[in-house]
């Protein structure tokens, strides 16, 4: 039987802005993405049997309809009219409801996988817009690189990846709900908004320093008052040296930005201290 094999990495938020609240509920957002080499990776193999059957090494994610990974093969499976049925493994190395887009990677590397296991030959836009049906991030999860999403997150344009350092992720061991931290945000009541022409510039000059200055998410207006545990990782970066630190999404990973490696090691002790899931990787550029 023919394996198929996928890698979901996850994703950080450069820059994160919210403009309007939108007639349709959604908001209309700036974000600057990339992403890191910390992944999830996807087996898939062809059932004899037309159904859709999932199973993960994580004991605590949905192996149902409530599994993005799942949705996205239900709907390329229908949509395609495919009467094949699929086995996939989730081997799950991403923090669940972390601000990571791990459930939108596991998505879109669900529909690239299913897109060659059943030689459909689907073009990236179309994954892209199938991937948009299920979240706002899943388009770039699909892409990859670097990007500046506008609309709800789904228009995406390519814009230079950020210069190479070291990014330190730590999730304290609470989950946030995305649709909780966007219902209690009030865009009216922002006394200011990140830069996006800065961030921009900073990419293209490919300056570390310019980019750190530049990293800004208004969703922190939300997320550190709510969660004190948070404010405390960003904070403990901040004092042991990380040259920018912003938090990842609606949260509660916060990142911290390296350029020194012999900084990496007292940051990634300090925080180990008072938090379990900390994790050292780097760009993927």
């Given at each position: 039987m023919?394996?198929?094999?996928?890698?979901?990495?996850?994703?950080?938020?450069?820059?994160?802005?919210?403009l309007r609240k939108r007639e349709d509920g959604f908001?209309?957002?700036?974000?600057?993405?990339?992403?890191v080499d910390l992944a999830d990776r996807l087996e898939m193999e062809e059932l004899p049997r037309d159904q859709i059957v999932l199973?993960?090494?994580?004991?605590?994610?949905?192996?149902?309809?409530?599994?993005?990974?799942?949705?996205?093969?239900?709907?390329i499976k229908e949509r395609y009219g495919v009467k094949q049925g699929v086995y996939i493994h989730l081997d799950k190395q991403i923090p669940v409801?972390?601000?990571?887009a791990g459930g939108s990677s596991d998505a879109a590397a669900t529909l690239r996988g299913l897109n060659r296991l059943w030689n459909l030959s689907l073009s990236g836009e179309e994954l892209e817009s199938l991937g948009a049906e299920l979240g706002s991030d899943v388009p770039f999860c699909i892409r990859g690189g670097t990007a500046l999403a506008t609309g709800r997150g789904e228009k995406l344009t390519p814009i230079p990846s950020p210069p190479q350092c070291w990014v330190i992720l730590a999730k304290p061991p609470i989950n946030v709900s995305t649709a909780d931290v966007y219902g209690k945000f009030r865009v009216n009541e922002l006394k200011s908004h990140p830069s996006l022409p800065r961030m921009l510039d900073a990419l293209a000059k490919q300056s570390?320093?310019?980019?750190?200055?530049?990293?800004g998410n208004v969703l922190e207006t939300v997320t550190l008052e709510r969660y004190p545990e948070v404010k405390q990782i960003k904070d403990c970066m901040e004092r042991l040296g990380a040259d920018g630190v912003l938090m990842s999404g609606s949260g509660p990973t916060v990142f911290g930005l390296v350029s020194k490696e012999m900084k990496v090691a007292r940051i990634y002790n300090g925080l180990r201290g008072f938090c379990r899931e900390v994790f050292v990787v780097r760009m993927l550029t």
């Open positions: 023919t394996k198929i094999y996928e890698k979901a990495p996850a994703k950080i938020n450069l820059l994160l802005d919210v908001h209309e957002v700036e974000m600057v993405m990339t992403m199973s993960s090494q994580a004991g605590f994610i949905p192996l149902d309809e409530k599994n993005l990974a799942f949705q996205a093969a239900k709907l409801a972390a601000g990571l570390f320093t310019e980019m750190c200055d530049a990293l």
